[in-house]
């Protein structure tokens, strides 16, 4: 099929599915969350920040939204920024993201603290090219034009893509375009690569004529977190409630990663994506993850990605990452490097 019939097709999914690792830095027209609910009952509400397809939908496809002790209230989010920006200003509680987002919002000294973290496979963070590029190593990049999501954990794996092959951000023309826009540039030729996540790298390598150049596997640290509000976590009662939601989490995901068909489909559903499309990112990166503690290995992984963004001028400083973590929750759980699940070649 012709990149200019494929597009429009993936456009209204993408449009709905910017993940935890970037994103629009507005939601819900003004910064906020919009409303989808609220589960559970007691006199304990967590507010809870969520984006398309998330913690919601994986919680109660697992079953484990059911007997809540406490009331979860769900907003959900265009991305990780505003998410986090709402932790900040105190309106959510808790909310997942991605390995960057974090260290955005604490260079902007936002009040976050880093509770919890997975690690998962890297395949689905990819730069893409054209079937018929003559790119074949990254190295064959400068002087090229790529798309990416600025801020973004593709950003992030860009840049180091780059510095792997002996290349500054300099040597290349970035496009900062988010996921939509991005595809619609790559799909008609504007652009000679796109640095991209799952499960965008999914849709486009089923439904376009795109091919991996290579993946942030062994390159980037594969990791995501949940950020609370420290108010939150200084009340003993949400406090007990956050322990309880991030334990959900964690049944949650194994339940992933054993019943990957049934999630996929769930997926499916709340998206919009193609269940083969969900399926496909489901085994090249979620369905991979496995929680792991918030460990000075994690927060020193972290620090690196401060650093390369602070050295490039991104953020606005250097900072302290291990000041915004909180490792109450750590207890017996596997240390961050623990290597994340696999099924084998992903479809």
């Known amino acids: ?32 969350g919009t409303g989808s609910g609220t589960d559970g009952k007691g006199s304990v509400t967590l507010n809870v920040g969520d984006q398309k397809g998330g913690s919601e939908a994986v919680l109660r496809a697992a079953g484990e939204l059911d007997d809540l002790p406490y009331r979860i209230k769900w907003s959900t989010f265009t991305s990780g920024p505003p998410l986090l920006e709402a932790v900040n200003a105190g309106a959510v509680d808790i909310g997942g993201v991605g390995n960057t987002p974090p260290v955005f919002a604490a260079a902007a000294k936002s009040k976050i603290k880093v ?47 780059l510095k792997k092959a002996g290349l500054s951000p300099k040597d290349v023309t970035l496009n900062y375009l988010q996921p939509a826009d991005a595809l619609a540039a790559f799909s008609r030729g504007k652009v000679d690569a796109w640095a991209v996540w799952d499960p965008y790298t999914s849709q486009a390598l089923a439904q376009t004529d795109a091919r991996v150049l290579t ?82 290995a994690a927060i020193a992984s972290e620090q690196k990605i401060v650093d390369t963004f602070a050295s490039l001028k991104l953020i606005p400083r250097s900072f302290d990452f291990g000041s915004f973590v909180d490792p109450r929750f750590n207890g017996d759980l596997p240390p961050s490097s623990t290597a994340p699940r696999t099924y084998g070649k992903a479809g």
């Open 1 to 32: 099929m012709r990149p200019r019939h494929t597009a429009p097709a993936l456009l209204l999914p993408l449009a709905l599915l910017l993940a935890a690792c970037g994103g629009s830095p507005r939601a819900g027209g003004s910064g906020g």
């Open 115 to 161: 509770i919890a973290g997975t690690h998962s496979r890297a395949e689905g963070d990819a730069l893409l090219v054209k079937k018929g590029s003559p790119l074949k190593k990254p190295a064959q990049l400068k002087g090229k034009s790529i798309a990416v999501a600025q801020g973004s954990s593709a950003h992030y794996q860009l840049i180091s893509q």
């Open 215 to 296: 993946t942030g596997q062994g390159v980037v640290n594969g990791l995501s977190f949940q950020v609370a509000a420290p108010a939150a976590l200084d009340d003993k009662a949400k406090s007990k409630a956050l322990k309880d939601y991030n334990d959900r989490l964690r049944r949650a995901q194994n339940w992933v990663f054993k019943h990957p068909d049934a999630w996929a489909k769930a997926w499916s559903k709340e998206t919009g994506l193609p269940q083969k499309v969900a399926l496909a990112a489901v085994k090249r990166t979620r369905g991979t993850a496995v929680p792991v503690a918030v460990d000075k």
